[in-house]
């Protein structure tokens, strides 16, 4: 999906995530704090941070020192900026234009780096993994939280029905943009997800990667460790 398409949405993009995953996504998101390591002051990178949601629940960690969150899209980051201000994290959370394909890090300087429903919006998903495996200090860890598809009957129906009919409609009725949710149930449908991108993740160099379903396997997190 697009910048512009992005930018188009910001306004209305947490409500209508709120519905379309039947008000499931703040909890997929929290899940993410499960994986990060029991050890205090870690700094922590969220990629594609849009609204800043994983930014300001990792924020909210007593584990987390600091958060840098970034993103392409303008308008998303606006929002997010509103929201960390009104939570009053500013200080511990800084949200920036930049490409999660060419970040402007040194080697090795996070100790996490997370991603919640970007990686499949990427250009290019090995260079994205690959530059979030540059970033992260050997003992860190990436943690992503991506859509996927149930396995099993009578869900894997369910969810195709939903994904291919329910989502774009609800999601045109609620943004009057139908392309946008047009664009993520594809990218949600194209997305290598289990095993696969277990597989691709082990490719870039991560070690011992898990793989946690949530929600009968409407989305996953995947954890990868750098050693
Ligand atoms: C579906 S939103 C997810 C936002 C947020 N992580 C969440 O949990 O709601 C996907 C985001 O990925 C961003 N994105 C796509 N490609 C990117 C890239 N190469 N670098 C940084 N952000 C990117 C988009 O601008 C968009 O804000």
Redesign the pocket.
Same mark, same amino acid.
């Given at each position: 999906?697009s910048?512009e398409i992005?930018n188009a949405i910001a306004p209305r993009?947490d409500k209508t995530?709120y519905i379309l995953s039947f008000g499931m996504?703040m909890g997929w998101?929290r899940k993410l704090l499960h994986y990060l390591p029991s050890v205090e002051n870690l700094h922590v990178l969220?990629?594609?941070?849009?609204?800043g $949601?994983?930014a300001i629940a990792l924020a909210r960690d007593h584990r987390v020192a600091k958060v840098v969150g970034? $993103?392409?899209?303008e308008g998303?980051l606006k929002r997010g900026h509103e929201k960390v201000a009104r939570a009053s994290l500013l200080s511990k959370i800084k949200l920036s234009v930049? $490409?999660?394909?060419a970040l402007d890090f040194p080697d090795k300087v996070f100790d996490v780096v997370t991603?919640?429903?970007?990686l499949r919006?990427?250009?290019d998903l090995m260079k994205?993994l690959m530059e979030s495996y540059r970033v992260i200090k050997p003992g860190g860890r990436l943690i992503v939280?991506e859509f996927s598809s149930p396995r099993m009957f009578p869900y894997k129906y369910i969810h195709g029905f939903y994904l291919n009919v329910l989502l774009p409609l609800i999601g045109m009725v609620l943004t009057g943009n139908r392309a946008a949710y047009q664009c993520?149930s594809s990218t949600a449908r194209a997305f290598p997800s289990g095993d696969r991108f277990v597989r691709i993740i082990a490719q870039v160099g991560f070690q011992n990667v898990e793989r946690h379903e949530l929600a009968v396997g409407a989305a996953t997190i995947y954890v990868g460790y750098k050693l």
């Open positions: 999906m910048t992005f993009y995530n996504d998101r969220d990629l594609a941070t849009g609204t $949601d994983v970034v $993103d392409l899209a998303m930049a $490409d999660a394909l991603v919640a429903f970007g919006n990427f250009s994205g939280l993520l």
